[in-house]
Structure formats: C-alpha cells, structure tokens
C-alpha cells in the first residue's frame, strides 16, 4: 500500500513537472511574438510577459478597428452616415440609383458610370471586369456634378480579331453588373 502511495506522489510531481514545462514554453512562445523596442531589454517576469502580450494584442485590435474603418470609407460602404448627413437637405444622395453607358469603337470601349458620390466599389467592380474580359485600361477618369459622380473609362480589347464579340460581351456584362447591383438598393 505504501509503494501505491509514492508510485501515486510520483505520477503527480512528474505530471506537475510536465505541466509547468509545458506551460514555461508556451509563455516563452507567446513573449516571443511580441516585438521588443530594444533588444537589450532586462528579461520580464511571467506576469509582466503576459501583460506586455495583453496590451499588444489590444493595440492590435484597436489597430485593425481603425484599418476596418478606413477601408468602409474608401469602399463607400459608410452610406448611411452620408445619407443621414445629407437627409437634413431633404435630398438622399447616397442612394443614387447608378446608371452605365457603353459605347462600343471597334476594339475601343467607352464606359461611363454615372452614381451617388458614396459608392467607389463599383468603379472598382467595373474596372476588374474589364481586366478579367482581357481589356486593357487606358485612361480613367471622373468629375462630379452636385451630387453625381461619372467614372469614364476608356479601354481597349486586345484580341482584335474577336474584338466585337469580346467589346459585346463585356458590354452585356458591365450593365447586367449595375442592375443587379441597383436591385439591391
């Protein structure tokens, strides 16, 4: 009875052991992905590593919050805020239904988007359609009137000998794009 009882204290010193081990080196791995301001830093205790790592992990998060809002904004996405903003006027500007043109030259595209100033995503959509079509851009523009903005787009197919069949199809594809986008307004 008295060997079960030791073999026991023993199972559990080296289960503790093992434990504290393993727990050594995932704090050591945790406070190595952390970035140093210098390298001759004194080496922190435990509890300081964790609270350097808690802090820098909620600097990464406030970080990536900001990124986030940064990339609504450039994507238009904050159209609420605009409407609201603009609604006072008595006029919704940023739910401007957007409209297309496409003017087929031969092998020469012309692409006009007219829409509310708030919406950058569509030019984005429109301009990697026509990368993935195999039209090359030459010029892009846009100029705003009041509260509308129009993108131009000229483009040019490379393959010229499908050329009008290639400028049809990427034609069809850019105003069944903006209808289908305006449905979801």
Request: charged share 30%.
């Given at each position: 009875?008295?060997?079960n009882?030791?073999s026991?204290?023993?199972?559990?010193?080296?289960?503790e052991?093992?434990?504290?081990?393993?727990?050594?080196a995932l704090y050591?791995q945790?406070?190595s992905?952390?970035?140093?301001?210098?390298?001759?830093e004194?080496?922190?205790s435990?509890p300081?590593?964790?609270?350097?790592?808690?802090?820098y992990?909620?600097?990464?998060?406030?970080?990536?919050e900001k990124?986030?809002?940064?990339?609504?904004?450039?994507?238009?996405?904050e159209?609420?805020?605009?409407i609201?903003?603009?609604?006072?006027?008595g006029?919704?500007?940023?739910?401007?239904?957007?409209?297309?043109?496409?003017?087929e030259?031969?092998?020469?595209?012309?692409?006009?988007?007219?829409?509310g100033?708030?919406?950058?995503?569509?030019?984005?959509?429109?301009?990697?359609?026509l990368?993935e079509?195999?039209?090359?851009?030459?010029?892009?523009?846009?100029?705003a009137?009041?509260?509308t903005?129009?993108?131009?787009?000229?483009?040019?197919v490379r393959?010229?000998?499908?050329s009008?069949?290639t400028?049809a199809?990427?034609?069809?594809?850019?105003?069944?794009?903006?209808?289908?986008?305006?449905?979801?307004?």
């Amino acid at each position: 009875m008295e060997q079960n009882l030791s073999s026991s204290r023993t199972n559990r010193k080296l289960m503790e052991k093992n434990r504290r081990n393993q727990m050594k080196a995932l704090y050591s791995q945790l406070n190595s992905l952390v970035p140093r301001e210098s390298s001759r830093e004194p080496a922190l205790s435990v509890p300081d590593q964790l609270d350097e790592a808690a802090s820098y992990i909620k600097r990464l998060q406030a970080s990536l919050e900001k990124m986030k809002e940064k990339r609504d904004r450039l994507m238009g996405m904050e159209r609420a805020n605009y409407i609201s903003k603009n609604s006072s006027r008595g006029t919704i500007t940023g739910s401007r239904s957007p409209r297309i043109e496409v003017r087929e030259m031969g092998s020469t595209l012309e692409v006009v988007l007219m829409n509310g100033s708030d919406s950058l995503f569509m030019f984005n959509e429109i301009i990697r359609a026509l990368h993935e079509e195999g039209a090359e851009i030459i010029n892009a523009s846009l100029s705003a009137v009041e509260d509308t903005v129009f993108h131009t787009i000229h483009s040019k197919v490379r393959d010229s000998a499908h050329s009008m069949n290639t400028a049809a199809r990427i034609s069809q594809r850019l105003k069944m794009f903006v209808e289908d986008d305006d449905s979801e307004f």
